[in-house]
Structures are given as C-alpha cells and as structure tokens.
C-alpha cells in the first residue's frame, strides 16, 4: 500500500508568482482535501475534491485553485503568491466520507 | 475563540513522567482525532475517537461527548515523545473537513 506523497518538499517563491504543489492520494482513496498550515499555528481547510469535483472550500480567496485528476491525485494552484502564502502545505486522502485522513509530508512554501 | 482548544500550549516533562494533554470542541462532530508532528511537518495519526478511550501502547485517548472534552495521556513519557500534538475534529458536514487546534508542544527531557 502506497502512502501519501507530496512534492516538492520545499519550495522559494517570490511575490506575484504562481505555484503548483502535488499530492498522491493512498491507493484505494478518492478524496484529497488540501491545509495550510502557518508557522506555530494548527492547519486550516482550504479545499476537497472528490471524484475530480470541489467538494467544499474554506475560507481562502479565488487565486487558491485546485484540480484532481482520474487517478485522484491532485493539484494545488495559488497565483499572485503573497509574504502571507508562506506555509506549510499538507494534503491529505481519505475514503469519501473524509473521516480518516492519512497526510502526505507538506511541502513548505517560502514567497520572499 | 476557536472551535478546538488545546491545553497546555507548551509542556516540558521529566522523562517517565506522566503527561495529559486537554481538547475542547465548540462544535457538532463526527470524529476526534489526535495528531502527532514532528519538527519535519509530517503528521501522523494517532486515534481517531467517537466515544469512549482507546489504548496504543502507552498512550490512552478519552473523550466525552456531552461537555466535549477529550484528554491525550501518554505513560512513562520518553524523550522520543517530543512532538507536537495535534487535536482535531471532524465537522460533520458535506466535506467531514477537519478542525484543528493549535498543537501542544511537548518536550520530554532524559
């Protein structure tokens, strides 16, 4: 059984750039919600797909996108990177009802 | 106020000393879950809780749903306990999305 994974692991933008960031899902899981997750702070919810839909966002703006593909691995999208973006990224697969969630290891974001 | 409260912030124990760990939720869930991360960021579940205590080894998880408090205890701590502990929950809704708390930094001294 494949665990899941994230890349890349560390990542330095600068302001106004854009950013793609990468997670597979555990086999057998065809949900990935995406977190963020500041320095000293608990993650936050940024959005869920399921079956290549967005199933529920949080409370981030428009320039955080996000796509899954047919192998439920998915993408996170955040464009016009802002000093605030500078996060940990986790993502996370579960069977659809979401209740257990296996996390993938973050990628850290840094936008100088 | 946030939804999930964690207590202690920060906990620095002797080593075999007994740790407890505090949760409390604000809002309807499906499931509580603690957490462990270490200083990589990787986040590793250790219980999922909907009633009642689970037992792994020598941590204990408890909860109570009616005042919505749930206690991580971790017996004969060891310094490989260090981490941060995460309590979270799931909200119920269409996405289950989980909530988290801000983490208790444990550091376990030899």
């Known amino acids: 059984e494949t665990g899941v994974t994230q890349s890349p692991t560390h990542l330095i933008k600068t302001r106004g750039q854009q950013v793609t960031l990468r997670c597979s899902s555990q086999s057998g899981h065809n949900t990935v919600s995406w977190y963020q997750q500041a320095l000293g702070q608990g993650p936050q919810f940024i959005f869920q797909y399921y079956r290549e839909e967005e199933n529920g966002r949080g409370n981030f703006p428009p320039r955080f996108s996000g796509l899954q593909f047919p192998n439920y691995s998915s993408e996170l999208n955040v464009n016009a990177l802002e000093l605030d973006d500078s996060a940990l990224y986790l993502c996370a697969s579960s069977l659809e009802d979401g209740r257990e969630q296996f996390f993938g290891p973050g990628t850290r974001l840094t936008v100088l | 106020k946030n939804e999930v409260e964690q207590s202690p912030q920060n906990l620095t124990a002797q080593e075999g000393e007994f740790i407890t760990i505090n949760c409390s939720y604000s809002v309807g869930i499906s499931a509580l879950h603690w957490l462990q991360q270490h200083p990589g960021g990787g986040i590793v579940s250790l219980f999922m809780l909907s009633s009642g205590k689970k037992k792994h080894g020598r941590l204990i998880a408890t909860i109570n749903i009616q005042e919505k408090h749930s206690s991580l205890h971790i017996t004969a701590s060891h310094p490989r306990d260090s981490a941060v502990y995460i309590c979270?929950?799931?909200?119920?809704?269409?996405?289950?999305?989980?909530?988290f708390g801000t983490g208790t930094l444990l550091a376990v001294q030899p």
């Open positions: 979270a929950v799931n909200d119920g809704g269409a996405t289950n999305k989980l909530i």
